[in-house]
């Protein structure tokens, strides 16, 4: 099963970025995302991070997480509108003020998801942790902990389809197009997964611990990332953004 954060390996400016220009770089798009007022910032914040998925070769991977999103965003939508009430009344529980305002959220949404989840699939877990250790001076354990929750993701995502499957195969129908049934099936599975998460967690912190976990230092890590010129320049890009955000 491919993961929407997986690495995908390249050689495009974006991949041989340092991955704390990478960081920063997303980083200025969803700062510059929140504070966008309008709607052609807003787009075209959207536009360039989806861009940049084109040219790194992963947009069929924000496509996929667009996908799992839109939904959401639509639900967002619809309690902006009901909860906002202002401005002219469009039709029914429907005002301006709240189209508009639930309009922007969802495109908000979409607009801190993707970057983040770009970032991810253009840089490995290993040189992200490493690079803010070193450059940022994050404690090792806090990026450690970061990165493994990451890692986590796709193998809680595989554990519950293997559970999905085991039941479906004593009959459990999980293709119910009721939502109440159908989270009234989902519940049970939250306690085998749980299980299967701490024991996951415990035997890795037992190997971490074993290997001298927490005698890491800043200079541990074999690998360096000094910031070249192409970094400076993808993190001024990321301040421009910022500061054109703020304008618009």
């Known amino acids: 099963m491919v993961n929407v954060i997986d690495y995908v390996p390249g050689a495009t400016v974006l991949h041989r970025l340092n991955p704390v220009a990478k960081l920063a770089l ?49 639900i967002m939508l619809v309690l902006q509108m009901i909860f906002v009430q202002g401005g002219e009344r469009l039709a029914g529980f429907v005002t301006s003020e709240g189209l508009v305002t639930g309009s922007k959220a969802c495109l908000r949404l979409l607009g801190v998801a993707l970057p983040l989840v770009l970032v991810l699939t253009v840089t490995k877990l290993t040189d992200l942790a490493n690079a803010c250790v070193e450059i940022l001076h994050v404690p090792y354990r806090y990026a450690f902990a970061f990165t493994t929750a990451l890692r986590f993701v796709p193998l809680f995502g595989q554990e519950m389809n293997a559970i999905m499957e085991a039941q479906t195969a004593r009959g459990v129908e999980y293709d119910t197009k009721n939502p109440i049934k159908k989270l009234q099936l989902m519940l049970p599975l939250c306690i085998p997964l749980l299980i299967s998460s701490v024991g996951k967690t415990d035997a890795t912190a037992l190997a971490a611990e074993q290997r001298g976990f927490y005698l890491r230092t800043r200079e541990s890590s074999y690998k360096r990332y000094p910031l070249q010129a192409l970094d400076f320049a993808a993190i001024a890009v990321a301040a421009a953004l910022i500061v054109a955000g703020a304008l618009m």
């Open 26 to 74: 997303a980083s200025g798009i969803i700062i510059a995302t929140f504070l966008a007022a309008s709607y052609p910032a807003l787009v075209g914040l959207l536009v360039i991070t989806l861009a940049l998925g084109a040219y790194a070769g992963v947009f069929s991977r924000l496509a996929s997480l667009l996908k799992v999103l839109l939904p959401l965003a639509a």
